[in-house]
Nanobody
Framework: QVQLVESGGGLVQAGGSLRLSCAASGGTFSRYVMGWFRQAPGKEREFVAAIMGSGGSLTYAEPVRDRFTISRDNAKNTLYLQMNILSPEDTAVYYC?????????????????WGQGTQVTVSS
């Protein structure tokens, strides 16, 4: 089991940028597939991006593909999400998640450990 703590959320104007971080502890970070998910008020949690343990393979949800970048620093046990050209539709609580099994997946059911989330609010 790995413990995850997100940070970096906040209020930003449309068109702006934010960088989220997710600090991991309690496990061998490089062995985990890591993902970012988000949940807007009244909506289900949705996939944003995921990255393999080595960082060699990535996948993104279509709405963020050209604006967000997922990365990781295994030496620092930290996952990142660089978010650019933000829009009000990106407003949500953002969660990082860890998957102990191999293979990229977009399904939240396949992730084992979750952080508490960080709020991102984009004003128009």
């Amino acid at each position: 089991q790995v413990q995850l703590v997100e940070s970096g959320g906040g209020l930003v104007q449309a068109g702006g940028s934010l960088r989220l971080s997710c600090a991991a502890s309690g496990g061998t970070f490089s062995r985990y597939v890591m993902g970012w998910f988000r949940q807007a008020p009244g909506k289900e949690r949705e996939f944003v991006a995921a990255i393999m343990g080595s960082g060699g393979s990535l996948t993104y949800a279509e709405p963020v593909r050209d604006r967000f970048t997922i990365s990781r620093d295994n030496a620092k046990n930290t996952l990142y999400l660089q978010m650019n050209i933000l829009s009000p539709e990106d407003t949500a609580v953002y969660y990082c998640a860890a998957r102990a099994s191999s293979g990229l997946t977009r399904s939240s059911r396949h992730y084992d450990d979750w952080g508490q989330g960080t709020q991102v609010t984009v004003s128009s």
